[in-house]
């Protein structure tokens, strides 16, 4: 039986009629059209599906849409300001971090998610922080390098 849930995503609230077994990821991409949330493994390996969830980044093909009922999510749609890219996003493109583009998202949030809460990483918190993001193009040191660059312009 469906069951009417609230998602506060990217600052805008929907109502949405979810089955008790569809995953937050499945909801973004399917009935919110927000397909910036990849699936990538569907099991939680690749954290192409990351968003934050009340303020902390998580795998959304593994928590149930009806877990996010009334809570905060983010997704890469609701990064940017306008037309203006967030400090992450705008060092991903500045510095080659992006490639296929096709965990980009999810590295951003993970990024932007440990860039608010520690605006100075060391190189290994910030590979610490993306560890659950997986890339198969770039070999990481362009995004680690942009997650750094991106620290240098992003305020407190």
Same mark, same amino acid.
């Given at each position: 039986?469906?069951?009417?849930?609230?998602? %506060?995503?990217?600052?805008?609230?929907?109502?949405?009629? @979810? #089955?008790?077994?569809?995953? &937050?990821?499945? =909801?973004?991409?399917?009935?919110?059209?927000?397909?910036?949330?990849?699936?990538?493994?569907?099991?939680?390996?690749?954290?192409?599906?990351?968003?934050?969830?009340?303020?902390?980044?998580?795998?959304?093909?593994?928590?149930?849409?009806?877990?996010? %009922?009334?809570?905060?999510?983010?997704?890469?749609?609701? @990064? #940017?300001?306008?037309?203006? &890219?967030?400090? =992450?996003?705008?060092?991903?493109?500045?510095?080659?971090?992006?490639?296929?583009?096709?965990?980009?998202?999810?590295?951003?949030?993970?990024?932007?998610?440990?860039?608010?809460?520690?605006?100075?990483?060391?190189?290994?918190?910030?590979?610490?922080?993306?560890?659950?993001?997986?890339?198969?193009?770039?070999?990481?040191?362009?995004?680690?390098?942009?997650?750094?660059?991106?620290?240098?312009?992003?305020?407190?």
């Amino acid at each position: 039986m469906k069951r009417i849930i609230t998602l %506060n995503v990217n600052e805008k609230e929907y109502e949405v009629a @979810v #089955a008790p077994n569809r995953t &937050l990821a499945q =909801v973004l991409r399917e009935d919110l059209n927000l397909l910036g949330t990849k699936i990538g493994c569907d099991m939680g390996d690749c954290g192409a599906c990351t968003v934050i969830l009340d303020d902390r980044p998580v795998n959304s093909c593994l928590v149930l849409a009806v877990q996010a %009922n009334e809570r905060k999510i983010t997704t890469i749609e609701g @990064v #940017a300001d306008g037309p203006h &890219l967030h400090p =992450v996003q705008q060092a991903f493109v500045e510095h080659g971090a992006i490639q296929c583009g096709f965990c980009s998202p999810g590295m951003i949030l993970s990024a932007k998610s440990l860039l608010e809460k520690n605006s100075k990483p060391t190189e290994y918190e910030i590979r610490e922080a993306l560890s659950g993001n997986l890339c198969r193009c770039t070999g990481y040191q362009k995004i680690v390098e942009a997650v750094k660059a991106a620290s240098q312009t992003m305020k407190k």
